[in-house]
Structures are given as structure tokens and as C-alpha cells.
């Protein structure tokens, strides 16, 4: 048990379908990040919120929507996505505060958009 | 960490041998490194951590080592383990902003 929990672990889905990847960490965590780690790039940082509000959005397609209801759940809407968009799909929590520390991810979500 | 494209380096290493894992990082005003190990089927796992105060630091088996003149890092694990075959990712995170960027990775694999 990782203490932050990604489901599902696997999805596939079609270029115009609508899906959501769901994040929750146990951790007492206050930041939340979205990650894509694909074959042929290191792990890539998409979003990341503290405090449940955004701070970082790395220039990402408007088709990858993140939301963060609370500081324990970060959801990834999915919608019109292409082929290229499948890869592993990573939540990570980490504490906020004066010193950096490290991030905790969950398992992933493996996605293959078809 | 510093991109290394499609292909990952790979390490094999004997049962009971001491591995040393080498990155370079880029960014000369990071101030806070992290060791991960992503095994198949799960997400990187956090194995040890440095601040740029400091040149060494040590764990369970494991040293990290940094030398900031020439911007490298490294990753020493003693008496290498079958369980310690997987991915091993260095990441930095800069002086300011929210941003962990990390490293392409290094294959580790443990021959019995």
C-alpha cells in the first residue's frame, strides 16, 4: 500500500469518449501533481495543486482537465484524446512547507487511447 | 537529470556486488535531490533524498552522494540485492517553483 491510490490501473478508451482518472492519498499531504511517464520520455510533470488550488500547469492540451475537490482527491478528465496520449498516467502527494519534500506517487493508470 | 532519449543505460551487476548509479543534473541553483526505484507495475518509490547542504547522505544499504561543482549525483547500493533489479530515476527540484524534474533513469539488473 503506497498510501496514495490511482484508479483504475488500467483504461482504454476511444479518441471521443470522456473517462476520468481518479487520485487519493492517505497521506495527509497538502500537493497533489499529475505526471505522464511514456517509453520514450522521462516522467513528465502535467499539473500540480497546493492547497487545492493550481500552481503549475506545464503547458498541457486543453483535453487533459484536472480538478481538486479537497487536499486528499485530484481527478484527471479525459476527453477527445489522441493515440499518442497513451502512457502511464501517475499521482503523486507531498507535504508543503518550508522545506521541499519528497513526492509520494501512487501505481498509475495505464492508458491506451485506440 | 539529463534526457537520454529512447534507450535507457542499463547496469547489470553480480548478486552481492556493490552498484553505483550516475546522474547528471542540469539546473546549477537545484537545492534538493531524490533517489527513486520504479520496479514493473508501479509507480517510482522513494529511496532516499539530499540537500544541497550536504555532499553524502546515507540509508539502509543505500548512499547518495552529490558534487555540485560538476553537477552529478549518485546512487551507491551495497550488497545489490535480485529485489533491487528496477528503474532508478534522479530528480531535482529547483530553488523556487513547484517543479521535481526528473531523470531519464538507469536499468538495473541483478544477476544471481
Known amino acids: 500500500e503506497t498510501g496514495v491510490t490511482q484508479t483504475p490501473r488500467h483504461l482504454v478508451m476511444g479518441m471521443t469518449n470522456k473517462k476520468s482518472l481518479k487520485c487519493e492519498q492517505h497521506l495527509g499531504h497538502n500537493a497533489m501533481y499529475w505526471y505522464k511517464q511514456s517509453a520514450k520520455k522521462p516522467l513528465e510533470l502535467m499539473f500540480v495543486y497546493s492547497l487545492e488550488e493550481r500552481v503549475e500547469n506545464n503547458s498541457v492540451p486543453s483535453r487533459f482537465s484536472p480538478e481538486c475537490p479537497n487536499s486528499s482527491h485530484l481527478f484527471l478528465h479525459l476527453h477527445t484524446l489522441q493515440p499518442e496520449d497513451s502512457a502511464l498516467y501517475l499521482c503523486?502527494?507531498?507535504?508543503?512547507?518550508?522545506?521541499?519534500?519528497?513526492?509520494?506517487f501512487g501505481n498509475g493508470t495505464r492508458l491506451t487511447v485506440t | 537529470g539529463e534526457s537520454v532519449g529512447l534507450h535507457l543505460p542499463t547496469l547489470s551487476v553480480q548478486e552481492g556486488d556493490n552498484s553505483i548509479i550516475n546522474c547528471a543534473y542540469s539546473?546549477?541553483?537545484?537545492?534538493?535531490f531524490i533517489w527513486y526505484k520504479q520496479e514493473s507495475g508501479k509507480g517510482p518509490q522513494f529511496i532516499i533524498d539530499?540537500?544541497?547542504?550536504?555532499d553524502k547522505r546515507q540509508g539502509q544499504r543505500v548512499t547518495v552522494l552529490l558534487n555540485k561543482t560538476v553537477k552529478h549525483l549518485s546512487l551507491q547500493i551495497a550488497a545489490t540485492q535480485p529485489g533491487d533489479s528496477a528503474v532508478y530515476f534522479c530528480a531535482e527540484w529547483g530553488e523556487y517553483g513547484n517543479k521535481l524534474v526528473f531523470g531519464a533513469g538507469t536499468i538495473l539488473r541483478v544477476k544471481s
Open positions: 539530499i540537500r544541497s547542504n550536504m
Open positions: 539546473n546549477s541553483a537545484s537545492d534538493y
Open positions: 503523486a502527494s507531498s507535504a508543503t512547507g518550508t522545506y521541499k519534500s519528497p513526492l509520494h
